[in-house]
Every structure is written in structure tokens, then in C-alpha cells.
């Protein structure tokens, strides 16, 4: 298994992985949604917005995480939002997701990033350090449907003292329908 950050050229492979990924999971209507909404990042988002982190075995993506700013301007620090994530459908329940979400988050504390965000189950992302946060402390970008699945963690060593609001994310997820 290798791991990657550059995405260069191998953007359509890895929105296949997460179209067919959540289709499997959720529904082809889900796998066609969060499949156009990686197209969308990986072709819209500013390039200093945006980190793609995959795992590969060989030339086949198995798993991808996508980090985007979440960005506070009356705050200093740096934030960024992970959404969506995905894990080939054959490999799951291996050890991947984990082992790429620490790749990942030790490159974006490398990067200086002062807190990592995501919105999904907090069984797996516990796993990796993540743990519930309330919208008083970080303030999502829209209203959440499930605020049980609001997540993040300081990258610093410090703790996560509550963020200046407001915060937006980047414009492909600028969309209700992903909160
Ligand atoms: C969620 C997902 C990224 C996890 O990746 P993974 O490689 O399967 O996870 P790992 O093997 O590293 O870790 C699995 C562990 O998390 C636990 N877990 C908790 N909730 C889980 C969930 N929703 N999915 C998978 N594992 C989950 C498992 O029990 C397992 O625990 P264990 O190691 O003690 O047995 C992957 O299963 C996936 O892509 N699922 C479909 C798409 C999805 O739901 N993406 C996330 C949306 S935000």
C-alpha cells in the first residue's frame, strides 16, 4: 500500500472510487452525489484550499480523504474540514481508513494546520482522535441535520478553545444538502 498528497492526473480514478464507494453504501443517487461533489473540489477549489490524501495499491485508489479549508476570518487560526472520505468497498474494515487518516493529519500538522474538522460517525473518527464538538465551539457553515456527527480535533497539542465565527467552507460544499 502506498500512500499519496499529489492527485495530478489521477483525479478521474479517484472520483470513480468515491461514486462507487458510497453507491455501494448508500445508494447510487448518493454515490453520483458525493462523486460530483469530489469532481467539484478537486477541479474548483483554490489549490491552497484543498488536500487530497489515497492510499493505492498499485494503480487502483483503495481510499481517499478529502481536506478543504473551513475558513474563520476573525480568527487565526487555520481550520480545515474533512468531506468527504471513502474506503473501496472490498477493503474496508482493514485498517485503511485509519492508517490514511493518520498519514493525512500528520502532513497537515507538518502544514501548520491548527485544527482538523469532519461531520460523519464518530465511532470510526474517534478512532483517530477526533472527538464531538459543539457549534458553539466551532461554528458549522450551515445548520447540521445530525449535530451528533460535528467532530474535530487540535493539531497543536493544545486544546480546542472556541473559534471566532463566522466560518465558511469552500463552494462546492457551500450546499445545505451536505450538512
Ligand atoms: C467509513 C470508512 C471510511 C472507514 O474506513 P475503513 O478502512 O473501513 O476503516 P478501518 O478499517 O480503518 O477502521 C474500522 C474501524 O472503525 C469502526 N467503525 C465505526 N464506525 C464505522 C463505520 N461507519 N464504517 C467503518 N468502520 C467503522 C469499525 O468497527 C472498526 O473498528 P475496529 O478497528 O476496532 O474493528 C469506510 O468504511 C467507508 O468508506 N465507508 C463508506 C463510505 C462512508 O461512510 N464514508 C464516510 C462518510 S463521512
Known amino acids: 500500500m502506498k500512500f499519496s498528497n499529489v492527485i495530478d492526473g489521477t483525479e478521474r480514478l479517484v472520483v470513480d472510487l468515491f461514486t462507487a464507494t458510497f453507491a455501494a453504501s448508500e445508494g ?3 454515490g453520483a452525489m458525493i462523486g460530483g461533489l469530489v469532481a467539484r473540489q478537486l477541479a474548483e477549489t483554490p489549490p491552497d484550499d484543498i ?5 493505492w495499491d498499485g494503480a487502483t485508489p483503495v481510499g481517499g480523504a478529502v481536506f478543504t479549508r473551513l475558513a474563520c476570518p476573525d480568527d487565526p487560526r487555520a481550520v480545515v474540514l474533512l468531506s468527504p472520505m471513502a474506503v ?3 477493503r474496508q474494515g482493514q485498517g485503511i481508513g485509519q492508517t490514511l487518516l493518520r498519514h493525512a ?9 491548527d485544527v482538523a474538522m469532519t461531520y460523519g460517525d464518530p465511532a470510526f473518527y474517534g478512532k483517530v482522535g477526533f472527538m464531538p464538538v459543539s457549534v458553539s465551539t466551532v461554528p458549522p457553515p450551515h445548520p447540521l441535520s445530525q ?7 487540535s493539531l497543536t497539542g493544545k486544546a480546542l478553545p472556541p473559534l471566532k465565527g463566522p466560518c465558511t467552507c469552500v463552494a ?3 450546499d445545505p ?3
Open 147 to 153: 449535530p451528533e456527527g460535528w467532530v474535530g480535533q
Open 177 to 179: 444538502a451536505f450538512w
Open 28 to 30: 447510487a443517487a448518493e
Open 51 to 55: 488536500r487530497v490524501f489515497t492510499a
Open 105 to 113: 493529519l500528520a502532513a497537515l500538522r507538518a502544514e501548520r494546520v
Open 88 to 90: 473501496a468497498t472490498d
Open 172 to 174: 462546492a460544499l457551500d
